[in-house]
């Protein structure tokens, strides 16, 4: 047996076990930032897909609208039975008429084609054109202000995970200081030396349970978060996600922020201005299309007719009418018109309350836009601030709850000095995590009032 037939399997072994590990390493999902299931959100997401399903609705509507200049033609073609007329046209003593037999029944043959080229609706296409572009311009805005709120969700389902995570490592450290502080009380109590009493121990089990019970709450909490944030980028539930950071992230620093440079940002920057101007502008082209809607249009047109049928003798005199045999073709200019003055004034009405309207909002965004920057910068500086204080809290009440256990397990303290440390580390843990998702939901809330790029 040769070299290599002995260890044959042992490297087929390894082939395939390089083969997994490729495999496994190729499918483990990459671990995303709250910008990168943001960016994942804008490329997958059936709210955008929707929104720029009608952006590209209006094209086509525009579309129709230039299609008006674009050469038509319509026609009608058919064939049908005809009996035999013989005899000249000029003398109706020599006509015969044969529908007896069927020799008698032959084909007949029409075709009738009109070649139009409009020139000019005298400004009625041209408004209507107008109108649509600034429509097209009205839905890509909205669909640059859905992406910023589908930005602002995905931001505060990341932070609400992160959130339901970072309460554990907290909740374990409880878990564990109650455990501590139940056994050495189970063993004070045992040794019957009072320093311990019953109620000690229930107190201390309350605590206990009350730990787990916040326990599931936040694992409940964690996958929740987690299935809705897969739904809201657009994912299916199955898909895994690994998110890069563990708990929510400490503030390294604070943005020097001016409320009136924000204003000023938020005036060049938010999708609904743009939405606003080009619906105001949509508004008064609609009106004007419907101001020129009795219009005409000019146009012209080429026409042909064919007729022939070997069932009639072709007359040759122009001057008598023949529908059965001969070949017209002409050239002409003509105008096209609907005149309806009272319908094109009633439709001008709309138009115009329709600007009126658009107006009114524009107006209302002009105070509603910087209240709404105002409100989410005055947020995000208090959040700010609370955050600063529970951080302090927890320096506090980590060290009580500390000094408490050791206390106890010397016997130096008494047992409502520990579950009372235990409550305050707890409250002050889970309001230092809390004034920390209130944070980051204040700033992307902030970004979002201001119309920043997602």
């Known amino acids: 047996m040769t070299w290599f037939a002995r260890h044959a399997p042992t490297w087929l072994a390894l082939v395939v076990a390089g083969t997994f590990l490729n495999t496994a390493l190729a499918e483990k999902p990459k671990a995303l930032t709250s910008d990168d299931c943001v960016r994942i959100a804008l490329s997958q997401s059936a709210v955008l897909d929707e929104a720029n399903a009608r952006v590209e609705a209006i094209k086509g509507k525009l579309a129709e609208v230039e299609s008006i200049f674009y050469p038509k033609l319509t026609g009608i073609a058919y064939i049908a039975p005809m009996y035999s007329v013989r005899g000249n046209a000029m003398d109706n003593s020599s006509i015969e008429t044969s529908y007896s037999r069927l020799s008698d029944w032959g084909p007949y043959t029409h075709l009738q084609a009109i070649l139009a080229q409009p020139l000019t609706t005298f400004g009625r296409a041209g408004a209507n054109e107008r109108a649509v572009e600034h429509l097209i311009q009205v839905e890509k805005a909205r669909v640059r202000a859905a992406e910023h709120i589908l930005a602002l969700e995905v931001r505060k389902l990341y932070y609400a995970h992160l959130f339901s995570v970072s309460l554990r490592p907290a909740l374990r450290n409880v878990i564990k200081v109650v455990k501590q502080a139940r056994e050495h009380a189970t063993k004070e109590y045992e040794s019957a030396q009072g320093s311990v009493t019953q109620i000690d121990l229930t107190k201390i089990d309350y605590a206990g349970n009350e730990a787990y019970r916040y326990q599931h709450q936040s694992n409940y909490a964690a996958t929740m978060t987690m299935a809705a944030l897969k739904h809201t980028m657009g994912m299916p539930a199955s898909t895994p996600i690994i998110i890069a950071e563990k708990r929510l992230p400490r503030i390294k620093s604070h943005p020097n922020l001016e409320l009136p440079r924000l204003i000023m940002e938020a005036s060049e920057n938010r999708p609904e201005w743009s939405q606003l101007s080009h619906g105001e502008k949509a508004a008064l082209a609609w ?35 023949d529908p059965y045999n001969g070949l017209t073709a002409g050239i002409a200019m003509g105008l096209q018109f609907n005149f309806d003055p009272w319908h094109s004034v009633a439709r001008a009405n709309q138009a115009d309350a329709k600007h009126a309207e658009v107006s009114a909002m524009r107006r209302f965004a002009e105070t509603g836009i910087p209240l709404q920057v105002k409100q989410s910068y005055e947020d995000f500086q208090l959040q700010r601030e609370l955050e600063e204080l529970s951080r302090s809290s927890v320096k506090s009440a980590r060290k009580w709850m500390t000094f408490a256990a050791s206390a106890f397990a010397t016997g130096t303290g ?3 000095d520990v579950l009372e440390g235990v409550a305050a580390y707890s409250k002050a843990k889970f309001t230092h995590y809390e004034s920390l998702f209130n944070y980051y939901v204040a700033e992307a809330s902030l970004y979002h009032s201001l119309g920043r790029d997602p």
């Open 287 to 321: 009106k004007d299309a419907e101001a020129l809607s009795s219009m005409p249009t000019l146009f012209l047109a080429g026409t042909i007719e064919s007729d022939w049928t070997p069932m009639r003798d072709d007359s040759k005199n122009p001057y008598h009418y």
């Open 414 to 416: 008494p047992a409502r």
